[in-house]
């Protein structure tokens, strides 16, 4: 098994550029998750998925859309990259119920 | 928003324990959670604890709970210059159990 497959792993944009970055996981689990890492910081949740079908704001949400297009996929949208928008972008999935969060190996993003 | 908080780095020599502090914030938080993070790559699990337990053991780790002091600590024994990465402590608040909120990380260094 893959498990959270991401991509891009690299992507450079100019300011003003978009871009949707995808995600993927073959555990069939029910919860998908999009968080973003800043040198020197923790993780933060941009948006999350709890199932199919719905989609919820996390901690910094604005700048980004997000799609849950299926069980198994869950993209983030930024429709006008900005340079505080630089960072290194983590998927995550879960089950439902008492099992860890899986990551992604993270795409990271520059933009200029 | 409220803070995990960890102290940011730690040097020991190869062969020596470790132990890495975290203080959380919500005393319901359902789950706590040790993180590895290599340069340049995703986050690994490497142990997480219930919050109605005091310990956990896995093999050269152990994690400690107090609950009292939203206190949690990981020890890892015979530390080795491979367990030179980031650690993030997190805790998962209310029933979205993949809504993580991460410390900014402990950088441990092994010195042979």
């Known amino acids: 098994n893959a498990g959270v497959t991401q991509t891009p792993k690299f992507q450079v944009l100019k300011t003003g550029q978009s871009m949707t970055l995808q995600c993927a996981q073959d555990m069939n689990h029910n919860s998908m998750y999009w968080y973003r890492q800043d040198p020197g910081m923790g993780l933060r949740l941009i948006y999350y998925s709890a199932s199919e079908g719905t989609t919820d704001k996390g901690e910094v949400p604005n700048g980004y859309n997000v799609s849950r297009l299926n069980k198994r996929e869950f993209s983030l949208r930024l429709e006008s990259a900005a340079p505080s928008q630089t960072s290194v972008y983590f998927c995550?999935?879960?089950?439902?119920?008492?099992?860890?969060?899986?990551f992604g190996n993270g795409t990271r993003l520059t933009v200029t | 928003g409220e803070d995990v908080e960890q102290s940011l780095f730690l040097s020991v020599r190869e062969g020596d324990s470790s132990v890495i502090n975290c203080t959380y914030t919500?005393?319901?938080?359902?789950?706590l959670y040790w993180y590895k993070q290599e340069p340049g790559a995703g986050l690994q699990l490497l142990t997480y604890?219930?919050?109605?337990?005091d310990m956990k053991q896995d093999q050269r780790l152990t994690v400690l709970l107090n609950k009292k002091d939203k206190h949690l600590s990981l020890r890892i024994a015979d530390t080795q210059t491979g367990d030179s990465a980031i650690y993030f402590c997190?805790?998962?608040?209310?029933?979205?159990?993949?809504?993580?909120?991460f410390g900014r990380g402990t950088q441990l260094t092994v010195w042979p």
């Open positions: 919500d005393s319901s938080s359902t789950y």
């Open positions: 604890i219930f919050s109605n337990m």
């Open positions: 995550a999935s879960i089950r439902q119920g008492n099992s860890p969060l899986h």
């Open positions: 997190a805790e998962s608040r209310g029933s979205t159990l993949g809504r993580l909120y």
